[in-house]
């Protein structure tokens, strides 16, 4: 890319001193007047400085106690990278020093708008606010995604802080790692528990720490923004975006937004669909929780989502109320060619094998329940249940359920065709870079990686959202009372009338729901003698799979592949296919309590563990022995660093007896994690030769059937 003389000499001008780490009162911030300035497209767009700039605090509790308490700022730095090299890290001690950091970087920068990142605002946010209330005045703009979780702030003088780690989804570790930086973030350098006043001086390796967190950062924004060809102004705000704005692109040049436009709803319609939409399935067999199982194989689909948008008929078309009274045959026998959305009401069911350990029916869902048997959020049972479907839903509820009466009313139906050809495409696109570039290009195997997922991630945005509004005088975050801003109905309309939008939110309903329908087919593939212990979304755990059957359902999606001229990636003479279910991970031993609480005896000897809200790693390191994971034990926060967040709200800026200058704060704390049952009642096997079946995987264990 060729550079006007005026922009050499400029970029030569700002990096002639070289980098360095400075004191923030020891910078000649003139220099930054030579940043280049860089437009969006477009004739009469704004001007934004074209740096990347990055600013992080560390913090320091006032005594040590488990108590919650007051926190303040003990460290900052602010990296600024231009020019594709780092200019400057610039640190100090206290919040004052580090807004007045900020405005000197800001007055003399020479474009109006300037872009300031933080790896998990959220935080940093709450100790800043009012050091930037008191030098800039209240923002004029903020969105957050929900409280305590602002994506960016601005001001009238054309700052704008925004989330890095939104974009990033994941920790500076790992997004350091990822994207290859140069400078990787130095664990371990920076002790959390000791008490540090405003006046403590850093050491060479807390220097280090906290040099290296924002120059990571920037050099991280820098290298992102290059794999995915946008710039400052044009950066993405989250991780969705970055897949967004090319599908925009495309979709654009095979008019999508015909398509959309086609695929609108009513606002009452749309409510429906968000009822229909349950997710991924997630569940334990709830005969062996606690139960410690020797062998157990995990079968996972490759690219589950992505492959039922390539292979699956989705609603083309609004959704249209049927006159005529419909019952459930009808609607499963005309289900390839039309979608349909209706309201079930069943009376005294039942599950038609009450050794089926993972019914489908969820319990959140429901919006009539009387006399109900909830098994860890699934129904087994109940005299009266109403619930929204689609016809995925029912042929699965007809699968494992039967009832005494069944009503259907409330039926609308749709076209079903499959998603447009450009956007498909573009999805096998991605899949083939990633399976091109995994073990090759890490930064770009990455960024592909995340916009495939994005692509299904587009489709199940709900259309309105609430705007949560931070109240700058409380810290409290409420919904906007603005009456305009409440009604859903006009926000719906907005949405529809965005010429933006282009991916219809009832793709993203059937392609969930196929998924999840998929999942249960291939249970069928576990043998007869086998015994399914746990499902995650796109994969199941199982202690015997018959081979036969996992060749015939895996051929069986290749021909549907094939038959929509997707054929395999082929790298280094092996085949990558869409949605196959592959061998996985593989436990000597297994035990699961409930969904999201499993763990096991891994091939290498080690415990592994699946906890919600426990660390993977460290939660692992608590339990001694398989034998511990039941339900009341504690993972140690101690042990396992889980933080507890309590907000402390001053609304003011005041000075401590130690002479630190703070504000608001939050105090971490350490935080345990007990291991509860997610069952009341102890679930009974009274058939035995099943009973045999189970119990033949626990022979010569000395357990009961439950811990609890």
């Known amino acids: 890319m060729s550079h006007t003389k005026e922009y050499k000499n400029k970029m030569q001008a700002l990096l002639a001193p070289g980098y360095k780490m400075l004191s923030w009162d020891e910078f000649d911030y003139s220099i930054l007047q030579n940043v280049n300035i860089t437009k969006r497209s477009g004739k009469n767009a704004d001007e934004f400085n074209d ?32 020019y594709n090299q780092n200019i400057v890290t610039l640190y100090g001690h206290d919040p004052v020093s580090c807004i007045e950091c900020i405005s000197n970087i800001i007055d003399n920068l020479p474009a109006h708008n300037t872009i300031l990142y933080c790896h998990n605002l959220s935080y940093d946010w709450v100790f800043l606010r009012q050091f930037f209330f008191e030098k800039f005045g209240l923002p004029n703009r903020q969105l957050n995604t929900k409280p305590y979780y602002p994506i960016y702030i601005g001001w009238e003088n054309g700052m704008q802080i925004r989330d890095s780690l939104i974009l990033a989804q994941r920790g500076l570790e790992k997004w350091a790692n990822d994207m290859q930086a140069e400078h990787r973030k130095a664990v371990g350098s920076w002790d959390y528990n000791r008490i540090r006043k405003q006046s403590s001086r850093f050491t060479r390796h807390e220097k280090k720490y906290i040099e290296y967190d924002t120059l990571a950062g920037v050099e991280c924004l820098n290298i992102t923004a290059e794999h995915i060809g946008a710039r400052v102004p044009t950066m993405p705000y989250t991780s969705t975006g970055i897949c967004r704005n090319e599908t925009r692109k495309r979709g654009r040049k095979h008019h999508a937004r015909k398509t959309f436009e086609k695929c609108l709803n009513t606002w009452q319609v749309q409510q429906i669909l968000e009822m229909v939409f349950h997710g991924g399935y997630t569940h334990a067999n709830r005969y062996l929780s606690c139960w410690i199982v020797d062998g157990a194989q995990c079968y996972d689909f490759a690219s589950s989502y992505p492959y039922s948008m390539l292979s699956s008929k989705v609603p083309m078309s609004s959704f249209k109320p049927v006159s005529e009274k419909m019952i459930a045959d009808e609607i499963i026998k005309q289900s390839e060619d039309y979608a349909y959305v209706f309201l079930v009401t069943i009376f005294d069911f039942e599950q038609k094998d009450y050794k089926n350990p993972m019914p489908m029916l969820q319990k959140s869902k429901l919006l009539v329940e009387k006399g109900c048997t909830n098994d860890n959020g699934r129904i087994l ?3 009266v249940a109403q619930i929204w479907m689609n016809e995925y839903d029912l042929k699965l509820y007809r699968e494992q359920y039967k009832e005494k009466r069944i009503e259907i009313t409330d039926v609308y139906y749709a076209t079903k065709d499959y998603l447009p050809r450009w956007f498909t495409d573009y999805i096998y696109e991605l899949f083939t870079e990633k399976c091109m570039l995994k073990g090759v290009d890490p930064v770009r195997y990455m960024i592909k990686k995340g916009e495939l997922n994005g692509e299904y991630g587009q489709c199940v945005q709900h259309p309105v959202r609430i705007e949560i509004m931070e109240h700058y005088l409380t810290g409290e975050y409420k919904p906007n009372e603005d009456p305009e801003k409440q009604n859903k109905e006009k926000l719906y309309e907005k949405y529809c009338n965005n010429k933006n939008n282009i991916l219809p939110y009832q793709w993203g309903v059937w392609v969930t729901s196929e998924s999840m329908y998929r999942l249960f087919q291939l249970s069928k593939c576990i043998a007869s003698d086998g015994i399914w212990l ?3 979304t796109d994969s199941i755990y199982a202690t015997k799979w018959d081979e036969v059957k996992l060749k015939t359902f895996n051929d ?18 092996k085949e990558y296919w869409l949605g196959v279910a592959e061998r996985d991970s593989h436990y000597e031993k297994f035990c699961a309590i409930g969904a999201k609480r499993y763990a096991g005896i891994g091939d290498d000897g080690e415990i592994h563990i699946t906890v919600a809200g426990v660390p993977k790693k460290a939660g692992s390191k608590c339990l001694k022995s ?10 140690s926060g101690t042990d396992t660093g889980k933080k507890q967040h309590t907000y402390f709200y001053r609304n003011k800026i005041w000075e401590d007896a130690a002479g630190n200058i703070c504000g608001d704060s939050i105090d971490l704390t350490t935080c345990d ?11 009974e096997i009274e058939d035995e030769i099943y009973l045999q079946v189970y119990e033949a995987e626990l022979r010569g264990r000395d357990l009961e059937r439950s811990h609890y």
């Open 381 to 383: 049972e109940g005299k």
């Open 673 to 683: 994690y007990t291991l509860d049952s997610p069952y009341e009642e102890k679930f």
């Open 556 to 573: 069986s999606i290749k021909k549907k592949l094939l038959d929509r001229n997707y054929p395999p990636v082929v790298r280094d003479g």
């Open 626 to 635: 398989l034998e511990d994971f039941k339900p009341g034990f504690v993972f």
């Open 534 to 536: 746990y499902s995650d």
């Open 51 to 82: 740096c990347w700039i990055m600013f992080d605090t560390e913090t320091s509790r006032k005594k040590k106690s488990a108590d919650p308490q007051d926190c303040h700022v003990v460290a900052f730095t602010i990296s600024i990278r231009a």
